[in-house]
């Protein structure tokens, strides 16, 4: 069902055809095949233009693009236009507008504006998605289909009142079935919450003292989730109905967080993601130094954009993905937007495959002259002439670019419900999820390792050599007895908040580690959190060796385990920092280069080789063929080959 | 009335039975009882477990409790549990939440989310603190009552919309009388701000500009205290009738400001305050270098916190007060939330008793498995382990710690009207009433002097051999009265901005020092509000020492006074900085050093001892003992002992 | 129609005799005789007290107020009372109050707290303006008049709700004609935004996303431009019907920027500007370095001064200005607001008049007692004394002052138009326009030459030796028309951006420079973002000087130009950064050295000389005379003459 049929990465590019004169598409697709690029995605945010006001189509103008870019061997895929409701649509319906945490309803002139849970608004999108797959549902050249766009996407996953709020104690009902099981749920004994009816229950925003209930706020984060999915599978139904043997994806987004992505892919063929390595360094990666953002501003940081590579792939299973937009130039959402150096489109382009992707598709063909993004930039220029992208893409060669698969031996473990109870209370304003699971996978990502990143249910479907939960913090029966069965034949590294909540966000009465304190062996002695000008030191006993921890420190009381490492200063001093229990260890403390010392330990045990490689510069390998990747600016020496800055190469 | 029996000070804990299964309750009354605690703090928040819906109760589970803690001869201390009104409460009386300074109504979920002006809300507290009080009043070991919980905290105070909005022009109305003297109170003649009717009077909030006038905004927070003291008078009514012979207290904040504590606490027989040292220099004290956060990050700055006890012992005039909640873990609230020094918990309870407490009540018994605090400590684990705390207070012997008086002979002068108005108007972003007091208030501390921290007009009740008013800026006629009487005895030494206002927050016609310019001997020649990159030298006249001032500086002209020190520099170069007429001193510039200098010299001439103590080292006196607290984590020799980090001891 | 009558500087005051007893007004205005001023100005702000219910009028006070002060030979200055409707009114037509960007209405209690597209309120600002010029219009000494009070100030010239809201689409409908061409105009084909009814459309606030679409919101910001220049309509009509003779101005605020002042300001005999050195440093100029802060910290800075003095001359095409209201002592606005040096009253009074000021009025006469100003200063204190600037005004000699023409030869291009377009897009968050602009105009000031800031069209009026158009990013045809008539006989000098949008704020089919291709010999090859910790070296080609520029980088693709710079490393290394063709240069990187050396290159050619001045010295010319001002606090030795701190002197 993929675009490319000779099993070689495929490049495309996202156009907007209603963008520009119809007097310019033929040159637009015949430019677009010289190229090399195979297909176009198309139609994304289109609705107004078809149907310009209620029930009056116009269908003229997608018939003739899709036309041009069919007679020059171009493939289609189509997007359903749903991530943006017309004016008129609106103006018929506004009770399809979502509300914001400060309780303001939406207001319609830009994109995402609607909520979920609106029974109107889905309707509509069935509507429309109906008529677009009868059109083109069985077009011999479209292949595929992505839905709406970016669902969920800044900030839009949640409304906090309409349709969402008035559905919540249904979902709550479904979910709980009594009162008295939701209040202990919620631990509502806290504060007074209990609830008596369930019409009571509102979504948890503007609450007094800004604080809501997180077990409250979590269920919210599931019910908006189950809202996105459930929006998403009225199209995916029509389109399963309407236009057999084509590929459904959807393009997600960096460092996406706001709903869980194993549900709402679910029934899609593959998935596709939206990368960015500017952006994606300036504007999500918080956590990173200035200093990290000055040297990697053109090129983004490796791990950064490969963390989202190795967690999509991982979203299906293992399954090739697509890169839906791929930063050709300068984007224009960050809070600076600079030119991305000479070299880092193909740069990201090779790195995408190595890690997975089938197919690459170029953001966007050609720059807009209107709107919000008049300032991202495209293929070509605003005014038609080839932009820098456009003659890296040119000289991209995808032959070597094989679709083997991508074999890594060690697991991450990643799970959306501890996503969401870490970050409601974080008890740090420096930490979050991402933050620290970011720690393990550069750890490893530093020495050379390539990695899957998991759901836990997905250790019964493969083998590893080592799986590493970051940051696994609600663990349930289930996820209990996968990490139970994969110790039995595969050590297990866990990182600081292991199991601390159950499935509703609270401590189990059994406290931290609850159902797998047999597995690890320790229980919890206590958690301290760092401002940023405090550090604590940790020692490796055997052979004092030191480390620096900062942010997050846990200690530990053994019940069975080793201490391997001990706080050496601070109200922890003595205490175990690192413990170990057969074949499993947990990391109580954050520190770089101690969870980087073992993970090189446990690696070197199970035989996967390591690399000490220099700053910026990763391997991946996917088949038979070993990528490096440089993402420095300058030109590195390593084992005594230099590669050139902002390049990749294939490792001898 | 207090729980102690034997004259030294008294150990108690918070504890929330309805967190727990009922099967854990004698276990835990059993080790209170071992760890030497004399009572628990019982129902706060337990609205929604007493009357789960609308006139069903339920009192089984707490007369259990109660039997349960009598039973191991521990006393109960019982709170009115109004913080938190229930979801079907709010359900049927939606017009009793509060409204934020955005005009939006807080939502149920969190605690204090109702208007204090509510006539509703205060009947449904009279009603429910009515019922526990039948029920419970006159029980054999309820030795008390706390009111409500922390009212006002995390900005619950003040209500911009509903029931506060409705009554505001009421209130004012007995005010004032007469629109007219309305207007002229608050200047309205500036901006055409003059009110024909009193129900053209708002709230304070959503002004055109963001600048309401502050004479109205001082009078909204005069109005909001007294709401708060109407509301808590409702149920220490209710108490008084039903529940005769036990104490009524309520528990305070950490530096409170936002209604006036003199008035709310008038009818209670002492107060109690909650002490969070930890959060308190992370998240209140602002203006904290971020070195000073870091060297205290785990026991909290000893100024601070001596602050506060100082505060609230002077609010009853110089009555023991309770710690009602003392930090004896990990908080949760503050933006980084470490682990004290093992120690402190053991330091804050001595600090505590030597600045007056009776009693100190930790907080909690047993860490929450769920809501809001899941990540907050108490003396138990969530696993039912003991937690750091525990070992501290089953080692701390109180015997030592006989409650006899605090006898400080130096009186720092409070007022909450000066507060609020000058933080109002601060005219410098750095700068607050807060922080200049402390700078007056930390020199003291410095220097191993004890202080009381009074109004002014409790000058009648007491005699003191220095008085220091560090930003009195609102004088009334009384104030100056007081004032004046007192100066004929004992030295005074003003701060800044001294007298600047009258009642109403305006400027007098005779400018700043008003009714007390004969007094001072000075008018006003300029403030100057310094950014923070500039200082001002100032000069000690006769001893050519220079100091560094920063953030403020007031020039004076002299009427009568001396000059003991002037600006060498900028544009009040050759001006009276400080000022000396008889018995009353004016300290224009802000410099830590120099106001020390000023205090220690003045402490001499009044024949107060003063020391040269190590940074982070404190004296504190109560009876015949002194102690000597180090707040360090490392040990300071100071006159040739060496004291431990985070210690006490008692000066030989 | 000026105050003065001897073709010298004059001086006045702005004085509110409704803020103090009418016993100190004789007193007053025997003061101000005294002090050399020859007018006052009133009534601002004062309409309740002229009207304090609805209906029900006193004009005695105010009758005899202005009695007082011409009996001591004082002209007066009228103000409508307009920027401050009453409680009553209020009360009455609610529906008048502005709705913020958060969709909240405005309340009652500060000022300029109505929309400026009621009908409601321009009737009932028709109707007290029509009593007031009944009254006072034909007066012997009431001179002038100024309209309202900062028009369009701290964010009140948008108001997104009521009247704006609902007369948008008819604005729109009179500006588009057809949906059609407003569809295309804002490019509503992205994002579906196209609207099929004119109601569907909204103020672009609250949008999803937080991003509205740029071309609606600048139309939105040329409406309300267009609101308020019809609300100051009703009143100049008003005021020229009953008070013949007199003139008519406004007092417009330091960086004016949310309307088009060309067009508010068309139908006024001359503008005034409202000039606060100090805060413009402090609180406007957001993109100066701290250190820059704190040096000028008591003075302001001289450029960011003048710059307001030559835009506001240039408003009405080089007509001599008013200062309306001149600090004169420390104002209240600021984060901090130090005390002004000494002598910096009169440097910047002289320096008002070098720029083209024929008179200055100082704010404010005496200190208020009350309500949001009291922390503000005056020529006298709050209780009488006269202040640090009364004495500067009174030493300060206008004689030498007289009203010769400001003679620049050398002129920047400033559109509000561009100003918004930039602003709305800025791609890095530390650019806007004005900063931009400012590297322009600082790097001629810091050559000692003086200059005109006009509007393109005004090319048309007056030759220049040269024009820098220094952010000129909307260039509409009569624009692009005006440019090249201008380049046919000067050098013109345009900074990056220039030609990027047209009218609508979109980019041409022919990407930027449009409509002036030919004119500048170049298209855009790219433009870069800078992050603040990047740079790029800039180098001449023909002496291998080299610059190093930030923020902002643009290269270009040469169509008929020569590249003068081109940039040495980075993306854009090796391509043309500063070209020229012909007398058109084109300068693509923000680099304040590199800006200067061009423009001294430039100026040398033309033949106008050029110095080396000091930090914070400055040269201005008015006829025949040239000041030399040292805004430093220190002495400044240049070419063998010592310049004293903060002072000013004529060049001999």
Chains 1, 2, 3 share one sequence.
């Not at 090779?350 to 008049?374: D, K, L, N, P």
């Amino acid at each position: 069902m993929v675009a490319t049929s000779n099993n070689v990465l495929a490049l495309g590019v996202c156009d907007y055809p209603e963008h520009v004169p119809a007097s310019e598409w033929k040159n637009h697709a015949e430019q677009q095949k010289t190229l090399g690029l195979q297909y176009v995605r198309l139609a994304e945010f289109s609705w107004a233009k078809i149907e310009p006001s209620d029930g009056i189509y116009d269908w003229q103008w997608l018939d003739d693009a899709i036309a041009t870019y069919v007679a020059q061997g171009l493939k289609i895929v189509m997007c359903t236009p749903t991530a943006t409701p017309p004016a008129w649509l609106i103006q018929k319906y506004p009770e399809i507008l979502a509300v914001d945490a400060q309780g303001q309803t939406m207001k319609f002139g830009s994109r995402r504006h609607y909520d979920h849970a609106s029974d109107i608004y889905r309707q509509e999108c069935k509507r429309i998605t109906t008529l677009m797959a009868q059109r083109y549902g069985q077009h011999a050249d479209v292949i595929g289909w992505q839905t709406d766009n970016e669902l969920g996407h800044e900030g839009t996953a949640v409304s906090y009142g309409g349709a969402s709020a008035e559905r919540f104690p249904k979902w709550l009902e479904t979910r709980y079935e009594t009162l008295e099981a939701l209040n202990e749920a919620w631990g509502c004994a806290f504060w007074s919450q209990d609830y008596s009816q369930w019409q009571q229950i509102c979504p948890p925003n503007l609450t007094a003292v800004r604080q809501p209930n997180p077990s409250q706020a979590l269920d919210y984060q599931r019910f908006c989730s189950d809202m996105i999915e459930e929006f998403q599978q009225v199209q995916i139904d029509v389109l399963r109905a309407l236009s057999p043997n084509r590929f459904l994806t959807h393009n997600f987004v960096i460092f996406a967080q706001e709903f869980d992505l194993y549900k709402v892919a679910k029934n899609l063929d593959f998935v596709a993601w939206d990368s960015y390595p500017i952006g994606m360094l300036e504007f999500f990666a918080t956590w990173e130094s200035e200093q990290t953002k000055s040297e990697f501003a053109r090129t983004g940081h490796p791990d950064l954009v490969s963390f989202n590579h190795d967690l999509y792939r991982g979203i299906k299973g293992g399954k090739d993905f697509w890169i839906m937009e791929q930063q050709c130039g300068h984007a224009n959402w960050a809070q600076y937007n600079p030119l991305p150096a000479k070299g880092a489109v193909q740069l990201w382009t090779a790195q995408a495959w190595a890690h997975g992707a089938s197919s690459v598709t170029y953001f966007r063909w050609r720059a807009s002259h209107m709107a919000q993004e008049i300032m991202h930039s495209g293929l070509l220029q605003q005014d038609g002439r080839a932009d820098r992208g456009y003659q890296e893409v040119k000289d991209f060669d995808t032959s070597q670019f094989v679709l083997e698969k991508v074999n890594a031996r060690v697991a991450l473990l990643h799970d959306y419900n501890s996503l969401w109870a870490y970050n409601l209370q974080p008890h740090n304003k420096d930490l979050n999820y991402w933050h620290q699971f970011m720690m393990f996978y550069s750890a490893l990502r530093e020495l050379g390792v390539d990695v899957d990143i998991i759901h836990p249910e997905q250790l019964a479907d493969k083998e590893y050599a080592l799986v590493v939960a970051p940051a696994l913090t609600v663990v349930t029966p289930e996820i209990a007895s996968y990490l139970t069965q994969c110790a039995k034949n595969c050590p297990i590294i866990f990182g600081p908040r292991t199991a601390f909540r159950n499935d509703s966000g609270r401590v189990a009465d059994k406290g931290q580690f609850q159902l797998i304190e047999d597995l690890v062996g320790i229980k919890l002695a206590n958690f301290d959190s760092l401002r940023p000008t405090l550090s604590q030191s940790v020692e490796q006993t055997e052979t004092s060796t030191e480390f620096s921890a900062k942010l997050w420190c846990e200690s530990y009381e053994l019940t069975g385990a080793n201490a391997t490492h001990t706080y050496l200063n601070g109200p922890m001093a003595g205490v175990a920092a690192v413990t170990n229990k057969g074949n499993v260890s947990v990391i109580g403390a954050l520190s770089g280069s101690l969870i980087k010392s073992i993970l090189k330990a446990a690696l070197g045990e199970v035989g996967i080789e390591t690399f000490t490689l220099p700053k910026g510069m990763r391997l991946s390998r996917r088949g038979d063929i070993t990528l490096v990747l440089n993402f420095n600016l300058h030109d590195v020496e390593w084992e005594g080959t230099t590669y050139p800055g902002v390049s990749f190469s294939t490792l001898n």
